[in-house]
Structures are given as C-alpha cells and as structure tokens.
C-alpha cells in the first residue's frame, strides 16, 4: 500500500476512536426507549451508532432537557450517524475494489 494513504487509513482510525467513545451495551430506561422509537431510521443505524444515540438521550434526560428539543436533537444525531455510516461504507468498499485496503481481498482486480 502507498505510505501516503496506509497513513491516511491509520490516522482515519486513530481518530475515530478518539471522536467516537465506545458504548458498552446496556439496558436503558423505559425514557430513552420511548424517544429512541419516535426518531426515524435509528433502527436501521449500525449497531454502536444506535448506543451511541441511545447515549446521548440517557445524557439529555438526565439534564432534564424537554422531550421535544430531546428528540429535535437526537434526530439530528441520527441523520449525521446515518450518512457517517454510509460514506465509511463507501469509501471502505471503494479501497477494497481498488485493493487497497491491508488484510482484504479485492473485488475485483
């Protein structure tokens, strides 16, 4: 792989870990479940992007935000995870059928 882009491949990485803190799975109160349902498309996020939500509610509940600014706010958060989710899918099917991606098979060659 060309230094200049295995670079850019281990920097993407690195600093996804550092913006995008892991949650661990866990079971959240009947609130953050009521609001999670009234956001649109968030079943369909990947499944640490639907923590993270999941997350970010817990947080705003617990700052006694008002729902509807709540689920203003976490509608938001879903629409950015979604596309988030989408253009790293993308870009990471584009190295593997390019080939340049280490550990992958390509696509086509």
């Known amino acids: 792989m060309e230094p200049?882009?295995?670079y850019a491949c281990k920097r993407i990485v690195e600093l996804e870990g550092l913006l995008l803190v892991d949650v661990p799975e866990?079971?959240?109160p009947a609130?953050?479940?009521m609001v999670f349902a009234q956001i649109e498309n968030a079943g369909g996020?990947?499944?640490h992007h639907q923590r993270r939500l999941?997350?970010?509610i817990n947080r705003m509940w617990l700052e006694k935000m008002p729902v509807p600014s709540i689920i203003a706010a976490a509608r938001?958060?879903?629409s950015?995870?979604?596309k988030y989710?989408?253009?790293k899918s993308s870009l990471i099917t584009l190295l593997v059928a390019v080939g340049r991606v280490p550990g992958k098979t390509p696509a086509i060659v």
């Open 4 to 6: 200049s882009l295995e």
């Open 26 to 28: 866990t079971v959240w």
């Open 31 to 33: 609130e953050v479940a």
């Open 45 to 47: 996020l990947p499944a």
């Open 54 to 56: 999941q997350h970010h």
């Open 76 to 78: 938001s958060l879903a």
């Open 80 to 82: 950015v995870m979604g």
């Open 85 to 87: 989710a989408r253009e």
